[in-house]
């Protein structure tokens, strides 16, 4: 009887030049649970890969991204504060199922983020910054003058028909951590009542 061996892919220079490229992710913000809120993010293979379902509490003080098989990869939590918004960010471990903040973004005139281990410091890691569109924004690293870090805008198609008011385009600067730049999108989601 033959042994059936798995193969192992070693990588190629095209596989090390396609990590140096921007990645493209469409965000539609209605959850695949029927009649629920959340959203659903697709890569540029049409796969899902990240999902929100609040079910019936839209802007809840505690949503949760998912993978697509729905383990928690962020827990987003809402403090309440007077005057301004602040939310913090908890990442997952898949092994322990514990929590580790991981972020938190402020609210202030601005929208500032602040990474684990830079929350005591008083500037920031990123910032959000709006474009001229309705709901487009850019987040750019604060620390690096601005680099752009990822580009969040409705999706339209090459001749520049829009998809609709609630399907935008996603895209993450290469070797940045995708899944904490879809937390904070999510973040700025229940910040303006999307999700």
């Known amino acids: ?3 059936v061996y798995p193969q192992t892919h070693s990588p190629s220079s095209s596989d090390l030049t396609a990590n140096l490229k921007p990645e493209s992710f469409t965000i539609w913000m209605k959850s695949l649970v029927f009649n ?3 959203c659903t993010v697709y890569n540029s293979k049409g796969e899902i890969v990240y999902r929100v379902d609040n079910y019936d509490n839209k802007c809840g003080q505690e ?20 005057l301004f918004g602040c939310w913090d960010g908890y990442k997952w471990d898949a092994c322990s199922a514990q929590k580790q903040l991981w972020f938190r973004v402020r609210k202030h005139r601005s929208i500032f983020v602040s990474l684990c281990n830079d929350i005591t410091r008083s500037e920031c890691t990123y910032k959000i910054v709006r474009m001229d569109c309705k709901l487009g924004f850019k987040i750019v690293d604060a620390d690096q003058e601005g680099a752009l870090v990822a580009e969040f805008k409705e ?4 001749t520049g028909i829009k998809f609709g008011s609630d399907v935008f385009t996603l895209t993450v600067q290469p070797r940045v951590d995708q ?7 999510m973040v700025y989601g229940l910040i303006n009542n999307q999700i």
């Open 155 to 158: 999706k339209q198609t090459t």
């Open 63 to 82: 949503v949760y991204l998912m993978d697509t098989r729905g383990k928690v990869l962020f827990s987003l939590l809402r403090k309440k504060l007077r």
């Open 1 to 3: 009887m033959s042994r």
């Open 36 to 38: 629920t809120h959340g």
């Open 179 to 185: 899944s904490l730049i879809m937390a904070i999108v």
